[in-house]
């Protein structure tokens, strides 16, 4: 069975930093690409990373470049967002998504995990 599981959300101040991890379990993780998305109340839910099975390509929304950074651990089934600079506007529930495909795709994934909330507050 398909399970991705996040892990590393919380509450931080404006100006913290705070790491979310994406254990996968269930299938043959390096074959895919794996996305980071996040909804934030009463908005759409939007993309906010996205990194190849080979780790080579990275792409990110224009509202987290050069903040968030994308990366991931094959040997451990593991995707990171390393997220700095944290701003109000990135209050959300954080979502990791695995398309079927090698890289980074504009169709939707294929599967998703459970969330993970983010607040930024002072």
């Known amino acids: 069975q398909l399970q991705l599981v996040e892990s590393g959300g919380g509450s931080v101040q404006p100006g913290g930093s705070l790491r979310l991890s994406c254990a996968a379990s269930g299938f043959t993780w390096v074959y895919y690409a794996i996305g980071w998305f996040r909804q934030a109340p009463g908005k759409e839910r939007e993309g906010v990373s996205c990194?190849?099975?080979?780790?080579?390509?990275?792409n990110y929304a224009d509202s987290v470049k050069g903040r968030f950074t994308i990366e991931r651990d094959n040997a451990k089934n593991t995707v990171y967002l390393q997220m700095n600079s944290l701003k109000p506007e990135d209050t959300a529930v954080y979502y990791c998504?695995?398309?079927?495909?090698?890289?980074?795709?504009?169709?939707?994934?294929?599967?998703w995990g459970q969330g993970t909330q983010v607040t930024v507050s002072s």
């Open positions: 990194i190849s099975s080979s780790g080579g390509s990275t």
């Open positions: 998504a695995a398309w079927t495909a090698s890289i980074c795709v504009t169709y939707p994934p294929d599967y």
